[in-house]
């Protein structure tokens, strides 16, 4: 028996990538699943093929950026699914570029989606996972570990997860809310082809390698096998364990690496400088 057979999921973000192996997989597990995501028809179509493998799935239009939206989604999951016994902030872009072009907007606009985003999911699903005893998951990144060059607005927020989980962690536990901090190395998304304005490019080129980015699917199994054993921290791909213990252990060496890695992508539309 799958630690997720009767039980419902909520996945912010679940409209691509992570989110949406991650809702494949807990079903593939037992679990019911609610999808929001901005996308309506990449969540409904991810909903329907939910639905073919046998297991409740309904799909919700929401912006975690808005306050209203989440909290009117988690009350139409209520009323259509009963219960919420996992909550996944996954939803989250990336904001890049040198800091002399960027603004503070940019830094708000950041925050906006990957930290408050993860409170307003928090806070929308807390009364019910305290009624369920269950479990909180916050996606953060290694980036929060690793801030390299051009990544100042997206690694803070990242690094803000990462100690917002710890502070959660140690508050909730005697509420019997479970808070695991999954925190994924490169892994295949469209992420990367996401601007500075949350807008999808697909046309955009990937910067990371193919053979360097870890497939999502592969990544949702090791995220489904440490939230069903309540891990404090899953730390996915062999190159994030790796840059989280240099960060642990060795900071000097991996801020020397850090000043030489590959740049992040290019923003969609506009030119880059060197």
Known sequence: MSAFDGRVALI????????AALARELARQGASLALLARRTDRLESLAEEIRGMGRRAISVTCDVSRDDDINRAVGLVLADLGQIDVAVANAGFGV????????????????EVNVFGVLRTLWATLPELKRRQGTFVM???VAGYLPGPRTSAYA????????????????????????????PGYVTSEIRQVDNLGRFH??????????????????????????ARKRREVVVTL?????????????????????????????PGRADEA
């Open 12 to 19: 912010t973000g679940a409209s691509s990538g992570i989110g």
């Open 96 to 111: 890049v570029g040198r800091i002399e072009r960027l603004a503070v907007e940019d830094f708000k606009r950041q925050f």
């Open 139 to 141: 996606v953060g990144s």
């Open 156 to 183: 803070s927020s990242k690094a803000a997860v990462h100690s917002l989980s710890a502070s959660l962690c140690a508050e909730l536990a005697s509420d019997g809310v479970a808070v695991v901090l999954i925190s």
């Open 202 to 227: 697909a046309e955009a080129p990937d910067p990371v390698p193919r053979w360097l980015a870890m497939h999502a699917d592969v990544a949702a199994k090791k995220i489904a096998r440490g939230i």
């Open 239 to 267: 190159h994030g364990k790796l840059a989280v213990f240099l960060a642990r252990h060795a900071f000097w060496l991996l801020a020397a690496l850090s000043r030489s890695r590959r740049r992040p992508r290019h923003e």
